[in-house]
């Protein structure tokens, strides 16, 4: 009942509030409702991908061709590791078509082209893996600006309903706690509102920041691989 009563109390306390701060309050709201929906959205989107990530590097290292790994990942598109995986290989086939076909054309070892082409592997590669980070990075930097702006909106709001309160002792009576306290208070709610949001912002960002590092490492890591995994198959490096 006293946590109700509470709660009853600082929503009658915000709608009570001046125009100034109750549009500072509605900021404030509208900014925790993106944040929340950023932090669940990424949260699915890191766990799927994450998910996918170990389901593919069992595949892959456990697969007997590049071609089985290629046609049993197409439905993997959440991890940015089967989608690296896919430009490269693309790029490969290319790559050794072009050899083969110089080659019965009687112009060179096929062996040599296709080493002279995997630069073009490497660059897929690298082009894929900056598409895929950036994909993953898609909606995070919301939570930091929101981390960073909500506290201060609220303190303008705070701020202003301040102000406000002491604008209404000079207009006469005694200056007492029970004038002032009221108008004070209100004035809080914005404060609270905007650490209300910016707090889990401040805390999921950091949590996605680290994640996203995993998964930039675990990207570069089977890209090297790979290479390392041609040169040695196909090219007796």
Not at 212 to 224: I, L, P
């Amino acid at each position: 009942m006293e946590a109700q009563a509470v709660t009853s109390g600082v929503f009658d306390m915000a709608l009570g509030t001046g125009p100034v701060v109750k549009a500072v309050l509605l900021i404030l709201i509208s900014c925790s409702v993106v944040s929340w929906t950023v932090i669940f959205a990424k949260w699915f989107a890191f766990s799927r991908a994450s998910k996918e990530s170990t389901v593919f590097l069992d595949l892959f290292w456990n697969a007997k061709s590049l071609e089985s790994i290629f046609g049993e990942t197409k439905t993997l598109k959440s991890s940015p590791l089967p989608n690296v995986f896919r430009a490269g290989y693309l790029e490969f086939q290319k790559v050794s078509a072009k050899g083969q076909e110089q080659s019965e054309k009687g112009g060179g070892n096929a062996q040599s082209i296709i080493g002279s082409g995997l630069e073009n592997v490497e660059r897929a590669l690298r082009k894929a893996y900056m598409t895929e980070m950036l994909r993953l990075e898609r909606l995070t930097p919301w939570l930091a600006t929101i981390a960073s702006v909500a506290p201060f909106i609220g303190l303008f709001g705070t701020v202003w309903g301040i102000m406000n309160s002491f604008q209404g002792l000079g207009t006469g009576g005694p200056a007492t706690l029970q004038r002032v306290a009221p108008g004070i208070s209100e004035a809080l709610i914005a404060t609270a509102v905007g650490l209300a949001a910016a707090i889990p912002a401040v805390i999921f960002y950091n949590n996605y920041v680290q994640r996203m590092k995993g998964f930039r490492t675990d990207t570069e890591n089977f890209a090297s691989d790979f290479t390392n995994i041609l040169k040695r198959n196909y090219l007796g490096n």
